[in-house]
């Protein structure tokens, strides 16, 4: 998931690929990683935005593109979840912060 994450990944096909059934990757996933692979994958699409923001000019579409989500209403939703604030006051906010850390 991890390398993949433009990738449109298909739970069927993930199990089929560890040879096990989707409810046992499911039960598994819940019970080592405490998601189910979709929250896990959306967390790791997550963090790689934030990353992208942080230490790149992409656009917001842009970074939705390399994580692989298509629709922008669903990434600035799922976004200001976890980090409080839309993609653009995040990448905004960090700018300023860099900035006055660059002037000291």
């Known amino acids: 998931m991890q390398e993949n994450l433009s990738r449109k990944l298909i739970p069927g ?3 089929a690929a ?3 059934s989707l409810a046992h990757l499911r ?3 819940r019970t ?3 998601q189910s692979p979709a929250q896990y994958l959306r ?3 997550m963090q790689e935005a934030e990353r992208l923001l ?3 000019f992409l656009s917001v579409k842009e970074v939705m593109h390399r994580i692989g989500v298509r629709d922008e209403s669903h990434f600035t939703r799922d976004f200001k979840k976890v980090y ?3 993609p653009a006051q995040y990448r905004a906010r ?3 912060v860099e900035l006055k850390n660059d002037s000291s």
Do not use: C, D, Q
């Open 43 to 45: 967390s790791l699409r």
């Open 18 to 20: 560890v040879n096990l």
């Open 32 to 34: 080592e990683i405490g």
């Open 84 to 86: 409080g604030m839309t």
């Open 13 to 15: 096909e993930i199990a």
């Open 94 to 96: 960090h700018r300023r």
């Open 27 to 29: 039960y598994l996933f």
């Open 54 to 56: 942080k230490t790149t």
